[in-house]
């Protein structure tokens, strides 16, 4: 079964530094998501791109971060100077672009995370 | 008002019980809704999508009242590998982000 990647599983850095957070979607999807998860918090809306571009954003997604789909199979979040509320899990999703048979949007599915632990 | 409101529980329940998990949503112009299933530090997976008509699928119950804002999901015959945090999920219209709830833990007991 296809699945959305990601690498690394956990990435320790020191404030200030910029990170780099890694995804590889499912081949055929067209539209990718960030989340974050703050431990013990809800799952939090961060971006999400279509056709090369950011097609809708929230508020935490401020300029540092920044996404990018450098080739054809990699999606990339970067996050340029980080700080310590930073640190939570990041989760990859990516989702067909059409709508389903029931006229709802496909699912999401989403990669394993990467653990981002700010010091 | 929270966008998604969750009882966050602990449910702890012995097996073969069931239990019911409700959900509440602010945004009336909502248009897709989900439940979604989340083991410890794992990431959401998909158990169900929600429709107006309510949904059935093998043990799991889906119901959606549009007019109430409130969408439950009802769990039968509990297995212990049903112990987990179950996150109800809303999409706006014309939107692609998915809002979460801060999820309900179930614990089902032997």
């Known amino acids: 079964e296809p699945e959305v990647t990601q690498t690394p599983s956990h990435q320790v850095t020191q404030m200030g530094q910029e990170v780099i957070l890694r995804c590889v979607p499912i081949?055929?999807?067209?539209?990718f998501y960030w989340y974050r998860q703050i431990l013990g918090q809800k799952v939090e809306f961060l971006v999400s791109?279509?056709?090369?571009?950011?097609?809708?954003k929230s508020e935490i997604f401020d300029d540092q971060f920044s996404v990018e789909r450098p080739d054809g199979s990699n999606f990339t979040l970067k996050i340029r100077s980080t700080k310590l509320e930073d640190s939570a899990m990041y989760f990859c999703?990516?989702?067909?672009?059409?709508?389903?048979?029931?006229?709802?949007?496909?699912?999401?599915?989403f990669g394993p995370g990467t653990r981002l632990t700010v010091l | 008002r929270k966008e998604v409101e969750q009882d966050p529980g602990p449910f702890n329940v012995p097996e073969g019980a069931t239990v019911a998990f409700n959900c509440t949503y602010s945004?009336?112009?909502?248009?897709?809704f989900f439940w979604y299933r989340q083991d410890c530090r794992k990431e959401p997976k998909l158990l169900m999508s929600?429709?107006?008509s309510g949904n059935e699928d093998g043990r799991f119950t889906a119901q959606l009242n549009r007019a109430s804002q409130y969408i439950s999901l009802l769990i039968r015959d509990s297995k212990l590998s049903d112990s987990a945090t179950y996150l109800c999920?809303?999409?706006?219209?014309?939107?692609?982000?998915?809002?979460f709830g801060s999820g309900t833990r179930l614990q089902v007991q032997p």
């Open positions: 999703a990516s989702s067909e672009a059409q709508r389903n048979l029931a006229g709802g949007y496909n699912e999401q599915f």
């Open positions: 081949s055929n999807h067209l539209y």
């Open positions: 945004n009336s112009a909502s248009q897709s």
């Open positions: 929600v429709y107006s």
């Open positions: 791109f279509y056709n090369n571009e950011i097609s809708e």
């Open positions: 999920v809303v999409k706006g219209t014309g939107r692609r982000a998915l809002t």
